[in-house]
């Protein structure tokens, strides 16, 4: 069953918000499933409890609402490490916690993965075309940055590091946990249960960020 980002809290009329917030979460469903050319907007519309017209009033075409959705889901894992506060907390505790909250994040916004997997298929046709997406995304490394500012000041961290590459070692840890899962798990049998895999999958990953960011 999938899992989209944040489901819609009220479905009243005259709630223009909330229609977008249910047409969103029904597209991320969708273009997750189906991809962009298999996608429809009857579907969509009916999963947000509306019709085809309105989403078209608001969104266009399908393409429009894809970039848009596309615009969503960045904005929302950006949000969330905001809202971690790591500026308050010393480095070395801020990047395990940036890395444990990342990793669940990832885990339980699959459609999230979905998405993004589904926009490399097509090499990045649609991500290209939103300037908002690229500076959304700056503040990613600016929360890196911070970090590993206030680490190296204190010789925590290696001098040489820089925030573009822990941001990529950070996602493709967190990234493949939810991605690969499917064909890992056959190829690879494991003993460990969902959970326990979540948990060990996630140690992992704060251990290779941290023996990296090491002097």
Do not use: W
């Not at 971690?84 to 480095?91: D, F, I, R, V």
């Not at 999230?112 to 690229?134: A, K, T, V």
């Amino acid at each position: 069953m999938l899992n989209p980002i944040d489901s819609p809290s009220g479905k009243r009329k005259n709630d223009p918000q909330g229609l977008r917030q249910r047409i969103f979460t029904s597209a991320l469903s969708e273009f997750a499933e189906f991809g962009l050319k298999g996608a429809r907007l009857e579907n969509i519309a009916q999963q947000a409890e509306t019709t085809k017209r309105m989403v078209v009033y608001h969104f266009q075409n399908k393409e429009t609402l894809y970039l848009a959705v596309l615009e969503y889901v960045y904005q929302h894992i950006r949000n969330h490490e905001s809202a971690l506060a790591l500026a308050s907390l010393p480095p070395a505790e801020a990047i395990v916690r940036l890395v444990e909250e990342s990793f669940n994040y990832h885990v339980e916004h699959p459609d999230f993965i979905r998405l993004i997997c589904m926009e490399n298929m097509m090499r990045g046709q649609y991500i290209s075309q939103s300037p908002h997406i690229r500076a959304l995304n700056q503040s990613a490394l600016t929360l890196l940055e911070d970090i590993l500012a206030r680490g190296k000041a204190k010789q925590l961290f290696n001098d040489e590091v820089s925030a573009h590459d822990v941001h990529r070692l950070i996602s493709s840890l967190c990234f493949h946990h939810v991605a690969n899962q499917y064909t890992f798990n056959t190829l690879f049998e494991s003993n460990q249960s969902p959970e326990e895999q979540i948990a060990h999958h996630r140690k992992m990953a704060v251990v290779a960020t941290t023996r990296y960011l090491a002097r």
